[in-house]
């Protein structure tokens, strides 16, 4: 167990781990030699590159120290905090059946495990395809513009993280996110994920860890059905949820349970669809739309880094408000990386963005979006922003002519409003179109290069965010009593790692509630 805590612990570029226990012990006061790099361990790892001529890292550090530290080095540390997972005390309540999560995407995976190591044996069902069909699938999309509804770059295996950049960096403070990254090392990650400040796995990585996480879950007792989709539930007169209705390929059927995560990600349109008929209470939520932007990476390192070589692909973090009043943001930036087309529905395109582990495309990409306020939904209909989405990706699947190829020009064309600007500019509201204009050259003020004229521009980018938020009380529950909305199609996290935590938060909710399962199996 590490004891102590100590933070700014400068590192050069080209020192590394051997040199942390000198640093600790002349910033704690000790005498040379009384640590070994054993006794310390790495939490966080970020670049500092704010003065060009000086990058550097700075670490976080935990070590373990059995003695007294002297009255200087108690000034600079704090206690090392525990990061082993609570233990929750599991509820009295029966389960019904095997408790349900729907959705394999990063949310489903940790609400899985976290109840199968539990003893809950949970039941998995996830409408898309596993791992290798999945990837056959998608490159059969990307090659041949074959859309497979079911199996795609956003249904299947691992959800919509799979084909992904794997960014890990999450804007929330929760004590599971160490959980999460530890698992994935524990999956077969690289372990500097578990302490980088920007953490990134990369889609090819990714791939393997979820295949390792589903078989964990396998073998603490879980159980994993694909092509299987949740259709539907049953509730008893008390409102509470009785069973689950299913569909495997054309074959019905249903699991009795009082105990469902639903893990839907943001773009099971037909399940939104069909919760509202259900009755399942949700709400409007406001979104964002854009355009996926394209440098060459030379351009965005030079600005981050100077001329420093040696460094990691560098990312950027924009944002401004358009004199329309919209704010306007870079998100998902995938330095190294591809745009992606990432559809789910036929008729209908979208991008996003993906890449490697080494990130080593030499192209930088970034959704560049503008917010959309729930007043731009063409109503007031719980499900408007979907509606909202699909009118704007099926502009843009006709814009690119009819295929799976979205509409691309130059920013100078996009800007100027010639050659293919203006099919682009028709994939966004009036709105977004003149904002991006308007704040793509205030980004190249900051960003030397960023507002360049060959700079590519690619519509459309709708699906950053659940256009929805499925209600839940503080005990994660919707008001069907035993079904439990989580992750980002439910509203409550953005990104891989934030959806992660959800899918704990809410299977130590079950936990609480009801009595394990285990010894019924
Ligand atoms: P999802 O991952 O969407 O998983 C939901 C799963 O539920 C899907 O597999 C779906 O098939 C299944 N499902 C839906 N309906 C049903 C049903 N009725 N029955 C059964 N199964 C169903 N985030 C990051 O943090 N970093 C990144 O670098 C990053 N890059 C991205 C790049 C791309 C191309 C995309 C598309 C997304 C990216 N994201 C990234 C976002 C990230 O993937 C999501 O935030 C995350 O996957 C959400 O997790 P989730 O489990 O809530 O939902």
């Avoid at 739309?289 to 394209?294: K, N």
């Avoid at 699909?390 to 800007?415: K, Q």
Wanted: aromatic share 8%; glycine share 10%; with cysteine.
């Amino acid at each position: 167990m590490y004891n102590y805590r100590i933070t700014n612990i400068r590192l050069e570029l080209n020192q590394g781990w051997s040199a942390l226990p000198e640093k600790v012990e002349k910033a704690c006061g000790l005498s040379a030699g009384t640590l070994a790099e054993s006794d310390i361990a790495v939490r966080k790892e970020s670049l500092d590159a704010r003065k060009k001529k000086d990058i550097h890292r700075v670490l976080t550090l935990d070590f373990k120290y059995c003695g007294k530290l002297p009255a200087r080095g108690r000034k600079r540390v704090s206690a090392a905090p525990d990061l082993r997972p609570r233990a929750i005390a599991p509820g009295e309540k029966p389960l019904a059946g095997r408790p349900l999560v729907v959705g394999f995407g990063p949310c489903g995976i940790f609400a899985a495990l976290s109840l199968a190591e539990a003893g809950y044996a949970p039941i998995v069902v996830e409408r898309g395809r596993p791992m290798e069909q999945r990837v056959a699938d998608v490159d059969a999309f990307w090659q041949e513009g074959k859309l497979d509804p079911e199996s795609n770059v956003l249904f299947g295996e691992g959800g919509a993280g799979t084909f992904s950049d794997g960014k890990l960096t999450t804007g929330i403070k929760d004590p599971h996110i160490h959980q999460v990254l530890t698992s994935f090392v524990d999956a077969g990650a690289p372990e500097d994920i578990a302490y980088a400040q920007k953490p990134h796995i990369g889609t090819d990585i990714l791939r393997k860890v979820v295949v390792a996480l589903r078989k964990r879950i396998e073998a603490a007792g879980g159980e994993i059905h694909f092509n299987t989709q949740m259709t539907g539930f049953e509730q008893n007169e008390n409102g509470e949820l009785v069973s689950v209705e299913l569909k495997t390929g054309e074959e019905k059927w249903k699991h009795s349970t009082n105990a469902v995560v639903l893990a839907l990600g943001h773009s099971a349109r037909d399940t939104f669809r069909a919760l509202k008929d259900m009755g399942i209470p949700m709400a409007q939520k406001p979104l964002s739309i854009g355009v996926r932007l394209e440098h060459p990476q030379r351009i965005i390192d030079q600005a981050q880094y100077g001329g420093q070589t040696g460094l990691p692909p560098a990312s950027y973090k924009l944002s401004c408000r358009a004199q329309n009043g919209r704010g306007v943001y870079s998100f998902c930036m995938c330095p190294g990386g591809e745009v992606v087309t990432a559809s789910t529905q036929p008729g209908m395109v979208c991008v996003n963005g993906m890449s490697n582990r080494n990130r080593d495309s030499g192209t930088a990409n970034a959704g560049i979006l503008v917010d959309v306020r729930t007043t731009d939904f063409p109503s007031t209909d719980v499900l408007a922003g979907i509606e909202f989405q699909e009118y704007w990706e099926r502009r843009a699947f006709e814009y690119g002519g009819g295929r799976f190829a979205p509409p691309r020009c130059s920013f100078a064309e996009f800007r100027d409003n010639t050659g293919r600007g203006p099919e682009v500019a028709a994939c966004l509201p009036d709105f977004a179109a003149e904002a991006l204009r308007e704040a793509i050259p205030v980004f190249g003020k900051r960003i030397r290069g960023f507002d360049s004229d060959k700079a590519c521009v690619t519509a459309v980018e709708t699906r950053s965010s659940s256009p929805v938020r499925i209600l839940r009380n503080d005990d994660y529950e919707s008001a069907l009593k035993g079904l439990y909305p989580a992750g980002e199609g439910a509203g409550y996290a953005g990104g891989i790692t934030s959806a992660a935590c959800d899918g704990l938060r809410v299977a130590e909710a079950i936990v609480r509630r009801f009595a394990p399962f285990l010894d019924k199996v």
